[in-house]
């Protein structure tokens, strides 16, 4: 195919137009890396009257934790129960729509209003829900005899956090399964029920198949997701409690920065989840590139 | 094997489309039917019902010694090659044929045996391994093919499996499908709108036109006879020249006319019968005006208007004549050549 260029006559312009998304990039993003990257090689005493050179000490330091080997270990679990929960209904959902629409106007959007939510909003609202004391879903799970409280069980404030993340990623990864769904071409799926494959079976073997690019392209934006971009709902719901069960490290990073004030382990943690999202970043733009696997 | 019988069928879709209206067609064990007509008559729709694929509205279908109307695709024993193939672009070529029989439970080694055999006939041996976007499209459509037989089922269906292809490969395939089938003997359903294709491959010849069938026939007898005006114009090309009685009556022709039943008020006239020669004392004679020559290889078009200055006429003549566009020139056909219709019916009489 061919491409369009535009030839710009004069020297400066292509500069001015790129600057305000470079310098935007500069402030916001290269600096703070920067800062972060700079900060993680020192340590300060507890007053923060004297900086020393460390090297790799907050690194060693920090591997060693059980504190934060805890909260690897808690993210792992958060960022996986968020992300089959959000794709697994998210695909379900989009399924029955599709079935229900098959290209025709649709109550899709409905569904995609989950997603204009802010975090932190989404957080209060299941922080309301989930109340134990003023929430309907306690009410109701005391009523089969369960005693939910998350502010005492670990477990109950996980699941809190993982549902409320899940939630507002339901409607994104919806807009993405729908769509992939409405390209599967209907003679593919009419071919194979002649073939003789049953309902589900079409669904395995013929549109899941077709859908995997999608799959995978919403799985690494979804880890990415609960790993770094739910601080809000943990903020909003638990704050990282009860006795750090939903302390993922995101949420460690401010906690151990911004409240202990112990600026060079926070420093190295933000470094630990730069090097994440870039790793993260790599493998999903590595797979795209042969992400047509059929 | 299996005969099939449409029962009064009708289909109308969600939201009032009345696509296929009072089909009632008999189709013997072994026979290769086509159906033809132009977009939109319900040719697809109709084959669509027999795969199972569309709800039968209204009527009765028998495939073999089973009402199917209630069965699923899946349990009604035919196959279809779809017009965009629909090969599961996931899967191996082999993979492709295989899925039938895998989900029917068929065993590992018969499955194989099948498969191959299959791929030795429409010579796609070579490409079990590819996956189909490897493929031209003319591999496609065999692998399509070899994906309907390798289930050895009792009926073929074809929604324009050639329309995709090019010209030339279209008519190598079409020779191909028919021998393949006449090998196999399995009861087939072809749709097509192209005449050509459906004249060359059918025993017999469904001419459907906005959901009803205007005729059934070998392709000989549709040519040669049509039931009606529609049918005239659409199987034969280029196509019958219609004109009024009335119009040749006052040109001297009232003698070729004569045969004709009285209500007989259009009048068909193939350009092939058309010549410039004159024929024996009884037939056509009309005086035209050549607007335009088209030479085709084979053949040649001449488009004429008769000396009342509006009729239009297409003559086909096999060789190229010695005449200049504008040249007055006599045109003459037999009177058994005419074909002749009632205008308010389109109905052939006789
Ligand atoms: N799913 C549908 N819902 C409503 N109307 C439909 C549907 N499918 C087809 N139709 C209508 O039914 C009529 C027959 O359609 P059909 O697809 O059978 O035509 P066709 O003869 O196969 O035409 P073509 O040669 O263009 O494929 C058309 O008027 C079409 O608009
Ligand atoms: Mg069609």
Redesign the pocket.
Known sequence: MQTKRTTFSGYWLPYALLAPQVIITLIFFIWPAGQALYQSVLRQDIFGLRVTFVGLDNFRRLMEDPLYLNSMQMTLVFAVGTTVLSMALALLFAVMVNNMIRSRDSYSTLLVWPYAVAPAIAGVLWWFIFNPSIGILPYMLDMVGYDWNHRRSGTDAMILVIIAAAWKQISYNFIFFLAGLQSVPQSLIEAAAIDGASRAKRFWTIVFPLLSPITFFLLVVNIVYAMFDTFGIIHATTEGGPAQATNILVYKVYRDGFVGLNLGSSAAQSVILMTIVIALTVIQFRYIERRVNY | MAAIVMDNLHKVYAGGVRAVSDIMLDIADGEFVVLVGP?GCG??TLLRMVAGLETITEGRLTIGDRVVNALEPAERDIAMVF?NYALYPHMSVFNNLAYGLRNRGVLKPEIERRVREAAAMLEIGAFLDRKPRQLSGGQRQRVAMGRALVREPAVFLF??PLSNLDAKLRVQMRVEIKQLQRRLGTTSLY?T?DQLEAMTMADRLVVLNGGRIEQVGTPMDVYSRPATTFVAGFIGSPAMNMLPASLLRANGNADALSGLPGNADLVGLRPEDIGLDAVAPGGVRLQARLDLLEPAGAETHLHVRLIDGKTRMTVRLSHVPGLTEGADLVLHAPAAALHPFEAESGHRLL
Do not use: A, N, T
């Open positions: 977009s040719k697809s017009q929604d324009e749709v709108h």
